[in-house]
């Protein structure tokens, strides 16, 4: 019963962070990146010392941990969030979560890279399929002269490199606390580092009602319940089948642009995303 309920609750996580790119999109048409991933993550801070707080009150800190916890903040938030929304002013929503698609083969490929391991076939050629579906994408832009999509898409391969940071240095201290103590810590750190951004930009809160609506959904759905239903998931389903069921981000995330922002999907960009998609689940196959 706990996997199945596990594997429901990922699929939801999956479906808000689907919709994040559009929400995002929108959004940043009044908020600066910064700005948008500030209160976004000061709010999930929030929400999240709330929930978790007598979970914290019991764990025994180490402070040596906090270093590891700090970096992972650094790229898993504070930049990783501001290459995606900076990206995401310039690309579609739809090819942003496209592209996002193939963070998991990148991970890959840059552990494989490091550490010299040997890699089974089928995760060679996924990771040759996710890379080639990348490029699909991007020649697509440039092939039709969208430059600012272009440099979109390089921003958000650039969060994708953040991504795979974060996980190193989560890696270090996975075993030492508890996923919700992990994912507060980092929030509570990337907002922290939006600060001296924010110096540059100011910080002003949107009082339209649907910009409101969209601040929430992202704070308390996409970051709050988000991470805490996907980390339940990690609880109770192995690793690789959490992995498959992130390939619906980029077909979700899609779909999304399309009926939310009225964004055209091209048969170039459709064919990328299918490679994406094949890609991740070749390579997290056993």
């Known amino acids: 019963m706990k996997r199945i309920i596990g594997l429901i609750l990922v699929i939801i996580a999956c479906l808000f962070w689907s919709i994040s790119f559009s929400v995002s999109k929108i959004l940043l048409k009044t908020l600066s990146p910064f700005e948008l991933a500030f209160i976004r993550f000061f709010l999930a801070s929030i929400f999240s010392l709330i929930v978790f707080l007598p ?30 929304n900076t990206g995401l002013k310039f690309t579609d929503a739809s090819e942003g979560a496209l592209i996002v698609g193939s963070f998991p083969a990148l991970g890959l490929l840059t552990e494989y890279i490091l550490h010299k391991e040997k890699l089974p076939l089928n995760r060679i050629l996924g990771v040759l399929l996710s890379i080639s579906g990348v490029f699909l994408i991007m020649s697509d832009s440039g092939l039709n002269l969208k430059f600012n999509n272009l440099f979109g898409d390089f921003l958000i391969l650039l969060s994708g490199v953040s991504w795979v940071i974060y996980n190193w240095e989560i890696k270090k201290v996975n075993q030492k606390y508890p996923y919700e103590i992990l994912t507060t810590f980092q929030m509570i750190w990337g907002s922290i580092l939006f600060l001296p951004f924010l110096m540059f930009t100011g910080l002003k809160i949107p009082k339209t009602l649907d910009a409101l609506i969209g601040i929430f959904f992202l704070s308390f759905f996409c970051s709050g319940l988000g991470y805490l239903f996907y980390n339940y998931g990690l609880k109770t389903l192995s690793v690789s089948q959490v992995m498959n069921i992130l390939n619906l981000i980029p077909l979700f995330g899609a779909i999304w642009g399309v009926i939310y ?26």
């Open 55 to 84: 979970k914290i009150k019991k764990a025994s800190f180490n402070r040596k941990y906090q270093k590891p916890l700090f970096i992972a903040g650094l790229f898993g938030v504070t930049l990783y969030f501001i290459f995606e």
């Open 261 to 286: 922002l009225k964004e055209t999907l091209t048969l170039i960009k459709i064919v990328g995303g299918i490679l994406i998609i094949l890609g991740v689940s070749l390579s997290s196959s056993k």
